[in-house]
């Protein structure tokens, strides 16, 4: 390749970025066949327009362009702005390939006319849609080991995966287990990383819950048919000094069929035909949001690891409530410890003052939910802890929803509480 200009150079690149290390020549022919099977249930639900995509993108970074040309001939009735990428991203390999062999030693005025033309911001999608289907041929069966315990209150769970622009939804069952609902491409942030101020176009990493539902007159047609958003900043957030507003899950403007991987101000943005098929699904308050980056499927031991280290150190914790010793109790309270307005210092006087004048004190939780955040933070591992408080003592009795975030350094240590707060009812 040491005859193609700078701007070819870095189309090819970018055309082998994922999953090429991966998958050679061989298995690409594996991916066609399986796409063009129909056996598997990632095939089955492709549409005839979503398989030529997926085929001619697989013809071009196996460096066949005459062979997408010919798939895309298929797709052009349909108007897809995608397609037309594909196709002119095809006519130009197909032109490297002609100025390669005619064996052309001067490339000024080639390189010149392939640098006016940008289409990587457009062919991400492609890119993204297929490793998604490659994806899901190698493993479309396994739990996330994030989803650590589901209550009572769940309902489910969105999971936003940013450097796959993928978005699995999973259901709890009746048995415990986590059935998968979904597995959609989704468009995220124009600037890649976390969200830390308003306006850097950032999508925030963390856990929240849909919060609101828009459609109709309270929403403008370029957010789609219908938006959620989110509890961005949330009380983790806000310790962290992140701020800005409006994360939503919305769709995508009304004349609008495609979009690349990176192209909202923050937001998720679905399809609009997913979005309406996904938002019956959405049920405020009760679906949880987990925003991170390559996401950990099928490990059991892992996930059980997490699992039992957690529930160890919040019933380590109820105990020492229980028992009226207020120095083992604060100690499972982190260095950097809020509640409201308060400091680990004024909680530690707050709670020596409450307890000591009661005779007993017995607290239980129940409809427990635990979910790992795959995202690491200045203190470490943080886990959200959300279940129902049953509180009685020798001088008051309360019930009521807690959300505890508990963070720990490393695996050697304890978890310990670095925010609290009551929720609403």
Not at 45 to 73: F, G, H
Not at 155 to 171: E, H, P
């Amino acid at each position: 390749m040491k005859h193609l200009c700078k701007a070819c150079v870095g189309l090819f690149v970018f055309l082998s970025f994922a999953y090429t290390s991966n998958l050679v020549a061989g298995e690409w022919d594996w991916v066609s066949k399986e796409i063009n099977a129909r056996t598997d249930h990632a095939s089955k639900r492709l549409s005839d327009q979503e398989r030529t995509i997926l085929l001619a993108t697989i013809a071009l970074k196996s460096d066949k362009p005459n062979a997408a040309i010919a798939l895309l001939l298929q797709a052009k009735q349909a108007k897809d702005p995608l397609v037309d990428l594909l196709e002119a991203e095809a006519y130009r390999q197909q032109a490297i390939q002609a100025m390669r062999e005619s064996g052309a030693g001067d490339m000024d005025q080639q390189e010149r006319m392939l640098q006016s033309a940008d289409l990587n911001n457009g062919l991400g999608e492609a890119e993204a849609r297929l490793n998604a289907f490659v994806s899901n041929l190698r493993s479309s069966s396994g739990e996330p080991v994030d989803v650590l315990l589901a209550g009572d209150d769940m309902a489910n769970v969105f999971m936003f995966d940013k450097a796959l622009n993928r978005l699995f939804v999973f259901q709890p069952t009746a048995s415990g287990q986590l059935k998968k609902i979904t597995d959609e491409y989704v468009v995220t942030g124009s600037i890649q990383g976390d969200k830390k101020r308003e306006g850097d176009g950032k999508t925030p990493h963390g856990i929240y819950h849909f919060i609101k539902k828009l459609q109709g007159k309270q929403l403008e047609s370029r957010y789609g048919p219908v938006a959620f958003p989110i509890d961005y900043p949330n009380e983790l957030d806000a310790l962290h000094k992140k701020n800005g507003s409006g994360i939503w899950l919305h769709g995508y403007p009304m004349d609008v069929s495609r979009r690349p991987p990176q192209d909202t101000r923050g937001c998720f943005s679905l399809n609009n035909t997913r979005l309406v098929s996904m938002a019956k699904h959405v049920r405020l308050h009760r679906s949880w949001v987990i925003v991170g980056e390559n996401f950990i499927f099928d490990n059991n031991e892992q996930k059980q690891q997490l699992l039992t280290s957690v529930q160890r150190d919040i019933e380590a914790w109820r105990k020492d409530w229980i028992s009226l010793d207020s120095k083992a109790y604060l100690s499972h309270y982190h260095a950097q410890f809020r509640s409201g307005k308060r400091d680990l210092a004024a909680w530690k006087r707050y709670k020596t003052r409450v307890n000591s004048g009661k005779r007993f004190i017995d607290v239980n939780f129940t409809s427990m939910t635990l979910i790992h955040d795959p995202n690491t933070w200045p203190e470490g591992d943080v886990v959200v802890a959300e279940f129902e408080q049953h509180y009685r003592s020798s001088n008051y009795a309360d019930e009521g929803r807690k959300r505890l975030y508990l963070a720990r350094a490393n695996a050697n240590q304890a978890w310990q509480i670095l925010l609290e707060e009551s929720l609403p009812q």
